[in-house]
T-cell receptor
Framework: GAGVSQSPSNKVTEKGKDVELRCDPISGHTALYWYRQSLGQGLEFLIYFQGNSAPDKSGLPSDRFSAERTGGSVSTLTIQRTQQEDSAVYLCASSPGLYYEQYFGPGTRLTVT | KNEVEQSPQNLTAQEGEFITINCSYS?????LHWLQQHPGGGIVSLFMLSSGKKKHGRLIATINIQEKHSSLHITASHPRDSAVYICAVYRIQGAQKLVFGQGTRLTINP
């Protein structure tokens, strides 16, 4: 079956612009996670959604970052007024529920110039 | 101090060698994840375990809940095993999100 997909695979944007990153989870997976991996760094949790519960936004680094998940499926991570330090690979993962194995997408490489 | 610590941070070995990567954690967990990330590639889940041992091909993962320790073993290592291996845990207390180790970079030379 189809895995987690993300788009775009690469995004180059100018400092100050807004960007939207998209994640399509595995069908039927109720939990969806966003992570960030800066160059040479480990994985950093950003936000997760579980079913209809309020999302856990505790990892979002600033109020320029937001995410939504429509209809319990597709999710969009939005970064407003991008800064150079936002350059990273943004990874999405989904799982059948909380505490289950997570399946990762290929990531979106964001470069802010 | 990180809640999840991996050792070694870097490991270089010759093809065919038996490889062990260690993960220690300091919090109560409900499960532990081993992940693999190839250079420039995505992340693949290898194992998720909460007790005992799991085996898949040449890979073996063990966990000792009492000692708060897990190991990932690779038998008959091959250059294609070269990757970063990441340990991550689900805490029992607190948010239901993975807490990651810093990763172990493995290089297998032919």
């Amino acid at each position: 079956g189809a895995g987690v997909s993300q788009s775009p695979s690469n995004k180059v944007t100018e400092k100050g612009k807004d960007v939207e990153l998209r994640c399509d989870p595995i069908s039927g997976h109720t939990a969806l996670y966003w992570y960030r991996q800066s160059l040479g760094q480990g994985l950093e949790f950003l936000i997760y959604f579980q079913g209809n519960s309020a999302p856990d936004k505790s990892g979002l680094p600033s109020d320029r970052f937001s995410a939504e998940r429509t209809g319990g499926s597709v999710s969009t991570l939005t970064i407003q007024r991008t800064q150079q330090e936002d350059s990273a690979v943004y990874l999405c993962a989904s799982s059948p529920g909380l505490y289950y194995e997570q399946y990762f997408g290929p990531g979106t490489r964001l470069t802010v110039t | 101090k990180n809640e999840v610590e991996q050792s070694p941070q870097n490991l270089t070995a010759q093809e065919g060698e038996f490889i062990t990567i260690n993960c220690s954690y300091s919090v109560g967990i409900s499960a532990l994840h081993w992940l693999q990330q190839h250079p420039g590639g995505g992340i693949v889940s290898l194992f998720m375990l909460s007790s005992g041992k799991k085996k898949h091909g040449r890979l073996i993962a063990t966990i000792n809940i009492q000692e708060k320790h897990s190991s990932l073993h690779i038998t008959a290592s091959h250059p294609r095993d070269s990757a970063v291996y990441i340990c991550a845990v689900y805490r029992i207390q607190g948010a239901q999100k993975l807490v990651f180790g810093q990763g172990t970079r493995l290089t297998i030379n032919p």
